[in-house]
Nanobody, 119 residues
């Protein structure tokens, strides 16, 4: 019954900025890591950034210095602030949440939101 709803994608010019949001709802126990992944046409899905419940982040080298991940533990929402966008950032972006209940850990995924960087 856990659901992840993403928003904020769209068409952006090179050098522009976009903020993606992903809200987690449903039968939530506790959320450990949250993150963003992306997949471009013909390519494998790749990690963009993750963030733990304590605020530790892991950011891919390809977006380091341009993208920032953050989370609101009260709203159960993860954000991805994307600045200085490049055409190669064009992809479907998926949010992820890893929920923990006792010894169990379950991964949930959003439906994806398209980000297109083009002039």
């Amino acid at each position: 019954q856990v659901q992840l709803v993403e928003s904020g994608g769209g068409l952006v010019q090179p050098g522009g900025s976009v903020r993606l949001s992903c809200a987690v709802s449903g039968s939530i126990s506790s959320i450990y890591t949250m993150g963003w992944y992306r997949q471009a046409p013909g390519k494998q899905r790749e990690l963009v950034a993750t963030i733990t419940s304590g605020g530790s982040t892991n950011v891919a080298d390809s977006v380091k210095g341009r993208f920032t991940i953050s989370r609101d533990n009260v709203k159960n929402t993860v954000y991805l602030q994307m600045n200085s966008l490049k055409p190669e950032d064009t992809a479907v972006y998926h949010c992820n949440a890893n929920l923990v209940m006792g010894p169990l850990r379950s991964a949930y995924w959003g439906q994806g939101t398209q980000v297109t960087v083009s002039s």
